[in-house]
């Protein structure tokens, strides 16, 4: 349902967008992270989803509180559960992702933000090989890339 919330194109966007928030914080009422650990990751991954593309006006945050938000909730769906040897691909998205938001975020020390970009890019390429993952990992190098970029200007 947080997932029909969040694609819908009916209706006004904030309010589905709480909605999908709301069910998805009722989901981790049911999977916790001992019992359903893939599943609790991938609602920390949709929540960070939401809030990493969210405007202000659809969560009532400023901009950066929603990349905070965003990378919170990375960060927990790496944190033990999507590890190198147990989701490696799950964890290789979520890295990205996560690098996305700090690639981007316009608060906080921009060296840092960047050099936390690069580090994830890197690490998602332990699986997003070019053999393995041709898209992937062409869209990985290329914010890599871009992170080494910004690090050297």
Not at 116 to 142: G, I, S
Request: net charge negative; aromatic share 10%; hydrophobic share 35%.
């Amino acid at each position: 349902l947080g997932d029909a919330y969040r694609e819908r194109v009916k209706g006004e966007r904030p309010e589905n967008l709480k909605r999908a928030l709301i069910c998805y914080r009722l989901a981790l009422s049911v999977f916790s992270q001992k019992d359903f650990p893939r599943e609790w990751a991938a609602i920390h991954t949709k929540l960070g989803f939401i809030f990493q593309h969210a405007r202000a006006e659809d969560t009532e945050m400023d901009t950066d509180m929603n990349l905070r938000c965003a990378i919170v909730c990375y960060e927990g769906a790496l944190d033990d559960v999507y590890t190198l040897e147990s989701f490696p691909v799950e964890r290789a998205a979520t890295l990205v992702s996560l690098g996305n938001v700090h690639l981007r975020r316009p608060s906080g020390n921009r060296r840092e933000n960047l050099e936390q970009a690069r580090k994830c890019y890197h690490n998602a390429l332990d699986t997003f090989t070019e053999q393995a993952f041709p898209l992937e990992y062409q869209q990985t190098v290329r914010n890599l890339n871009e992170a080494e970029h910004l690090l050297r200007s």
